[in-house]
């Protein structure tokens, strides 16, 4: 008698362990697919991993798989090897770290082949017609606009929304004269017009794209190290050409959904091949048929956030991580996965070379390179006529500020105002004043959730939490002592905003934040707005610190430049020289000089020494030499165990139970050179309602470390304590808050 086969299959549940079940006849299984099976009361969709005829629970006990979804694996035999390396090395449950690299349709078993999209189309009549013969059907005329300015001119139904409530019914009216057609054709992906003719390189980008070129094949990983407008993605798209020319596809990963509508468009001019956008800003029908096209070899380019480095290739040929250094690659919840060196490691898999581009490389990456990991390449010099800026330290000590804004920054605008070109004026913290204040009895606006003040909005004269999103009416006067006078501390960039408004009445001014940009599609047309010359002044936060090209601007202010100095987290004197390197280097991007004035209380801090010469190396060099010597990152390993409860001390004594265990593992497995720190409370404990603390491991070496974590975590899991708080294991945490 022939067994019945026995598939071992994840499924999307907490437990870090796959479940036996049988595959009864006429079905067949291979690794890689999804099934339907049988959980408890549920029915669960899960993923095969591997397939046997033995198990530890007798055949009697085992349930048989109620459906296969799949003739093809939904994941490739690398792609699945590159995920069950990832959840063993973030120890994360397999099943839920599958799921998470699947679009939400196969999620919930979805057909692999995703629905063609209905799409309007401007047909020929559509395109000649005189949209004043219109007259009054202001939503028509929009939509025949939109039309006429899409790709292609077709529209998907998410595209419309934003035009009017009532855009089905002028469609619908457009499609009866004609003017419009429905299809069920996609979108396509490909450039509208022949590519454009590549520029020239210089001779550091020609050597960097010759160097990869020949890798082309095997692997390797190159760190591409350009100062900021070097021109490195003129290098990705030499590369990335070579790649379609044989036939493969190339992965490019960016950090920031921001960045995507800039680069989307490049690669599209210069392209003669389907290029595809996965990031969490597209609805979920769009994101199913990017995947679908991506791997069904559609696409030869898939240019998205981080979740895209999960994305199915059918022919693998290059990875590219723009702004590597960044700290949006890794997942801060649930799956806490960094999708740069799970692009390392998948392409050491499929044997092709991976690119790690940035001006201000993380400083691992950095040691890396040194170490022989990756391969070194340097852009030294900016691209073409354009030279690095001047920057210019504003000691706050010596110099008066009008809401936040020094005199000499002030007068720094009004020149490039007159002379036709652009500022950019940068502060990382959105809102109007962060600190609402009483000057009678001192009382200040705190979150009654969080460990925080509440940040003063003018415009809805609303206080908010940037922590936990609460929201409160501003109170009239002091709800402490009753005194009127309330005043704001300190500025956000609705106050800059304001103030530059104020000084320059005749300037356009844009803001680009959090709160300016929630609405779908409105950054793509700021920035589109920058290009075309309309904005006079950019006041933004971080969202225009990266990777645009704005050719006009020739100065940047930054405000508040001393925000992580001081900080409790080792690596954000990193953080905030790499955040002000990129923004310095928006300036003087073309032919124009371009200056930074950074506005200061402690200009006589070494840091800024490395600053003013554009010295990242030498910034470097001394932040690596105080890690060594505190035997930090990267020449040890943290990981983070974390621990929050609505009860103050719960989450701290689950943590004093959970470092016993450890130390317990530690002896039995003779793990040396594991430290095991006290558990504390976060730097911010109170957050949302619930108390945070925090635990501490480190090791020189990575296998004790995690021979350490796998058994810890067996003892966790399985303690009744463990359920009385929520906890969370963080692996090579970017910081410690």
């Given at each position: 008698?022939?067994?019945?086969?026995?598939?071992?299959i994840?499924?999307?549940?907490?437990?870090?362990?796959?479940?036996?079940?049988?595959?009864p006849?006429?079905?067949s299984?291979?690794?890689?697919?999804?099934?339907r099976?049988?959980?408890?009361?549920?029915?669960?969709?899960?993923?095969?991993?591997g397939?046997g005829?033995?198990?530890?629970?007798?055949?009697?006990?085992?349930?048989p798989?109620?459906?296969?979804?799949?003739?093809?694996?939904?994941?490739?035999?690398?792609?699945?090897?590159t995920?069950?390396?990832?959840?063993?090395?973030y120890?994360?449950?397999?099943?839920?770290?599958?799921?998470?690299?699947?679009?939400?349709?196969?999620?919930?078993?979805?057909?692999?082949?995703?629905?063609?999209?209905?799409?309007?189309?401007?047909?020929?009549?559509?395109?000649a017609f005189?949209?004043?013969?219109?007259?009054?059907?202001?939503?028509?005329?929009?939509?025949?606009?939109?039309?006429?300015?899409?790709?292609?001119?077709?529209?998907?139904?998410?595209?419309?929304?934003?035009?009017?409530?009532?855009?089905?019914?002028?469609m619908?009216?457009?499609?009866?004269?004609?003017?419009?057609?429905?299809?069920?054709?996609?979108?396509?992906?490909?450039?509208?017009?022949?590519?454009a003719?590549?520029?020239?390189?210089?001779?550091?980008q020609r050597?960097?794209?010759?160097?990869?070129?020949?890798?082309?094949?095997?692997?390797?990983?190159?760190?591409?190290?350009?100062?900021?407008g070097?021109?490195?993605?003129?290098?990705?798209?030499?590369?990335?050409?070579?790649?379609?020319?044989?036939?493969?596809?190339?992965l490019?990963?960016?950090?920031?959904?921001?960045?995507?509508?800039?680069?989307?468009?490049?690669?599209?001019?210069?392209?003669?091949?389907?290029?595809v956008?996965?990031?969490?800003?597209?609805?979920?029908?769009?994101?199913?048929?990017?995947?679908?096209?991506?791997?069904?070899?559609?696409?030869?380019?898939?240019l998205?956030?981080?979740?895209?480095?999960f994305?199915?290739?059918?022919?693998p040929?290059?990875?590219i991580?723009d702004?590597?250094?960044?700290?949006?690659?890794?997942q801060?919840?649930?799956?806490?996965?960094?999708?740069?060196?799970?692009?390392?490691?998948?392409?050491?898999l499929?044997?092709?070379?991976?690119?790690?581009?940035?001006?201000?490389?993380?400083?691992?990456?950095?040691?890396?390179?040194?170490?022989?990991?990756?391969?070194?390449?340097?852009?030294?010099?900016?691209?073409?006529?354009?030279?690095?800026?001047?920057?210019?330290?504003?000691?706050?000590?010596?110099t008066?500020?009008?809401?936040?804004?020094?005199?000499?920054?002030?007068?720094?605008?009004?020149?490039r105002?007159?002379?036709?070109?652009?500022?950019?004026?940068?502060l990382?913290r959105?809102?109007?004043a962060p600190?609402?204040?009483?000057?009678?009895?001192?009382?200040?606006a705190?979150?009654?959730?969080?460990?925080?003040?509440?940040?003063?909005?003018?415009?809805?004269?609303?206080?908010r939490?940037?922590?936990?999103?609460?929201?409160?009416?501003?109170?009239?006067?002091?709800?402490?002592?009753?005194?009127?006078?309330?005043?704001?501390?300190?500025?956000?960039?609705?106050?800059?905003?304001?103030?530059?408004g104020?000084?320059?009445?005749?300037?356009?001014?844009?803001?680009?934040?959090?709160?300016?940009?929630?609405?779908?599609?409105?950054?793509?047309?700021?920035?589109?707005?920058?290009?075309?010359?309309?904005?006079?002044i950019l006041?933004?936060t971080?969202?225009?610190?990266?990777?645009h090209d704005?050719?006009?601007?020739?100065?940047?202010?930054v405000?508040?430049?001393?925000?992580?100095l001081?900080?409790?987290d080792?690596?954000?004197?990193?953080?905030?020289f790499?955040?002000?390197?990129?923004v310095?280097?928006?300036?003087?991007?073309?032919?124009?000089?371009?200056?930074?004035?950074?506005?200061?209380?402690?200009?006589?801090?070494?840091?800024?020494?490395?600053?003013?010469?554009?010295?990242?190396?030498?910034?470097?060099?001394?932040?690596?030499?105080?890690?060594r010597?505190?035997?930090?990152?990267?020449?040890?390993?943290?990981?983070?165990?974390?621990?929050?409860?609505?009860?103050?001390?719960?989450?701290?004594g689950?943590?004093?139970?959970a470092?016993?265990?450890?130390l317990?593992?530690?002896?039995?497995?003779?793990s040396?050179?594991?430290?095991?720190?006290?558990?504390?409370?976060?730097?911010?404990?109170?957050?949302?309602?619930?108390?945070?603390?925090?635990?501490?491991?480190?090791?020189?070496?990575?296998?004790p470390?995690?021979?350490?974590?796998?058994?810890?975590?067996?003892r966790?899991?399985?303690?009744?304590?463990?359920?009385?708080?929520?906890?969370?294991?963080?692996?090579?945490?970017?910081?410690?808050?």
């Amino acid at each position: 008698m022939i067994a019945t086969p026995i598939a071992r299959i994840a499924v999307p549940v907490p437990r870090r362990q796959t479940f036996d079940f049988l595959v009864p006849a006429p079905l067949s299984v291979r690794p890689g697919v999804r099934v339907r099976v049988p959980f408890g009361a549920r029915r669960l969709v899960g993923v095969v991993i591997g397939i046997g005829t033995d198990s530890e629970l007798p055949v009697a006990r085992l349930k048989p798989v109620a459906e296969v979804l799949d003739l093809q694996p939904v994941f490739p035999p690398k792609l699945l090897a590159t995920l069950r390396w990832a959840a063993d090395y973030y120890h994360h449950p397999l099943g839920e770290v599958l799921a998470t690299a699947l679009p939400v349709p196969l999620r919930r078993g979805s057909q692999v082949e995703p629905r063609r999209a209905q799409t309007y189309c401007l047909t020929e009549a559509g395109l000649a017609f005189d949209t004043t013969a219109l007259g009054r059907a202001a939503v028509q005329q929009r939509l025949l606009a939109l039309l006429r300015a899409a790709p292609w001119h077709r529209l998907q139904p998410e595209q419309c929304h934003h035009v009017s409530p009532s855009w089905h019914r002028a469609m619908a009216a457009l499609v009866e004269k004609r003017l419009v057609a429905i299809d069920q054709a996609p979108v396509p992906s490909a450039a509208a017009m022949p590519p454009a003719s590549p520029v020239t390189l210089n001779a550091a980008q020609r050597a960097a794209a010759q160097t990869i070129l020949a890798s082309l094949g095997g692997y390797q990983s190159f760190l591409l190290h350009g100062i900021t407008g070097s021109g490195k993605t003129e290098v990705y798209l030499r590369v990335v050409e070579s790649v379609i020319e044989r036939g493969q596809q190339a992965l490019v990963l960016v950090p920031e959904i921001a960045l995507t509508p800039q680069l989307i468009e490049r690669f599209r001019q210069r392209l003669d091949a389907a290029v595809v956008v996965l990031h969490s800003g597209l609805s979920v029908s769009q994101r199913h048929q990017a995947w679908w096209s991506a791997c069904s070899g559609a696409a030869a380019v898939v240019l998205g956030t981080r979740s895209a480095v999960f994305t199915p290739l059918q022919h693998p040929g290059v990875f590219i991580v723009d702004e590597e250094h960044d700290t949006s690659y890794k997942q801060q919840d649930g799956f806490r996965y960094h999708a740069r060196d799970l692009a390392l490691y998948r392409a050491k898999l499929e044997g092709i070379p991976v690119i790690l581009g940035s001006a201000t490389p993380a400083l691992e990456t950095l040691t890396n390179a040194a170490n022989g990991r990756h391969r070194g390449l340097a852009l030294p010099a900016r691209a073409g006529a354009a030279s690095l800026p001047r920057i210019h330290l504003l000691d706050l000590r010596r110099t008066a500020t009008d809401d936040g804004l020094s005199m000499p920054l002030i007068a720094a605008i009004r020149q490039r105002i007159e002379r036709n070109e652009q500022s950019l004026v940068f502060l990382n913290r959105r809102g109007y004043a962060p600190v609402l204040y009483c000057c009678q009895c001192h009382w200040h606006a705190r979150c009654p959730r969080c460990d925080a003040k509440l940040t003063y909005h003018k415009r809805q004269h609303q206080l908010r939490c940037h922590h936990c999103g609460h929201q409160a009416s501003a109170p009239p006067s002091c709800p402490h002592c009753g005194h009127g006078s309330l005043i704001n501390l300190g500025e956000g960039t609705q106050r800059i905003e304001e103030s530059l408004g104020t000084l320059f009445p005749q300037a356009t001014i844009l803001r680009v934040d959090r709160d300016t940009t929630r609405r779908k599609g409105h950054l793509e047309k700021t920035l589109q707005r920058v290009h075309e010359g309309e904005a006079d002044i950019l006041v933004g936060t971080q969202l225009l610190a990266k990777g645009h090209d704005f050719p006009n601007v020739t100065l940047v202010g930054v405000i508040n430049a001393d925000q992580g100095l001081y900080s409790v987290d080792f690596r954000a004197a990193e953080h905030l020289f790499q955040q002000i390197i990129q923004v310095a280097g928006r300036a003087g991007r073309a032919d124009k000089p371009g200056d930074v004035l950074i506005q200061t209380w402690y200009p006589a801090h070494p840091y800024f020494e490395s600053l003013l010469a554009h010295d990242y190396a030498g910034f470097a060099e001394i932040t690596l030499t105080e890690r060594r010597e505190a035997h930090y990152p990267p020449y040890s390993y943290f990981v983070l165990l974390r621990a929050e409860s609505s009860q103050k001390r719960a989450a701290i004594g689950f943590l004093d139970f959970a470092r016993e265990q450890a130390l317990q593992v530690t002896q039995q497995t003779r793990s040396k050179g594991v430290l095991i720190m006290d558990p504390v409370p976060a730097p911010m404990e109170k957050r949302a309602g619930r108390f945070r603390a925090q635990l501490l491991v480190s090791a020189a070496h990575r296998r004790p470390l995690h021979r350490v974590l796998t058994s810890w975590l067996q003892r966790l899991e399985h303690s009744p304590r463990s359920r009385k708080v929520r906890w969370s294991l963080d692996v090579d945490p970017v910081d410690l808050y």
